[in-house]
């Protein structure tokens, strides 16, 4: 019987382990950051709407951004001047809610959207929406983007809160922002 030649036949030694199956927790870590970062984007462009179009403030005035339809001015007289916040929640007729729903994996609270451009310019959506336990009581909030909508097209979208909610949830827009499309 001839001698095996070198390279041929098991390597010397004890015989490695199977590899380690990997579970789903990296996924969902991953998705987890990285919708954290969307929602955290998503947050810095509705506080940074209405701006003061690149002007530098001037006395009495406050270069804060600012939503549509309020004012970034204040008077000099702080003592003087109450600033009542909007009540202007926005175009809310241009979405509907899907679907509003816990996802039983990850538990994060989600709405589906459908954003619908009635105006007569492209248009970009900005949604916030809040997640309500069925008593009222708000448990979180979310937002969504829909960029350059065309007009009378619409758009299917998801908000999404990264908090871990359980049992049944109520969702409702808070605020639509529009801005102009590119």
């Given at each position: 019987m001839?001698?095996?030649?070198?390279?041929?036949?098991?390597?010397?030694?004890?015989?490695?382990p199977p590899p380690a199956q990997r579970g789903r927790t990296g996924l969902i870590v991953a998705l987890g950051v990285l919708g954290a970062l969307c929602l955290a984007a998503v947050v810095g462009l509705l506080t940074g709407l209405g701006g003061d179009g690149g002007r530098p403030a001037t006395d009495g005035e406050s270069a804060a951004p600012t939503w549509p339809g309020t004012s970034p001015y204040r008077t000099p007289d702080r003592t003087a001047a109450v600033?009542?916040?909007?009540?202007?929640?926005?175009?809310?007729?241009?979405?509907?809610?899907?679907?509003?729903?816990?996802?039983?994996?990850?538990?994060?609270?989600?709405?589906?959207?459908?954003?619908?451009n009635s105006g007569d310019r492209t248009r970009t959506f900005l949604?916030?929406?809040?997640?309500?336990?069925?008593?009222?009581?708000?448990?979180?909030?979310?937002?969504?983007?829909?960029?350059?909508?065309?007009?009378?097209?619409?758009?299917?979208?998801?908000?999404?809160?990264?908090?871990?909610?359980?049992?049944?949830?109520?969702?409702?827009?808070?605020?639509?922002?529009?801005?102009?499309?590119?």
């Open positions: 001839p001698a095996p030649q070198s390279g041929s036949g098991p390597p010397p030694g004890p015989l490695a600033v009542e916040p909007s009540s202007d929640r926005g175009p809310v007729e241009d979405v509907t809610i899907t679907s509003c729903a816990v996802d039983p994996a990850t538990g994060w609270p989600s709405a589906a959207l459908t954003l619908t949604v916030g929406v809040e997640f309500l336990a069925p008593d009222g009581v708000r448990l979180a909030e979310g937002a969504a983007v829909s960029n350059d909508l065309a007009p009378g097209r619409r758009a299917h979208v998801t908000a999404a809160a990264l908090v871990q909610l359980k049992g049944a949830i109520r969702c409702e827009v808070l605020k639509v922002a529009v801005l102009p499309g590119s």
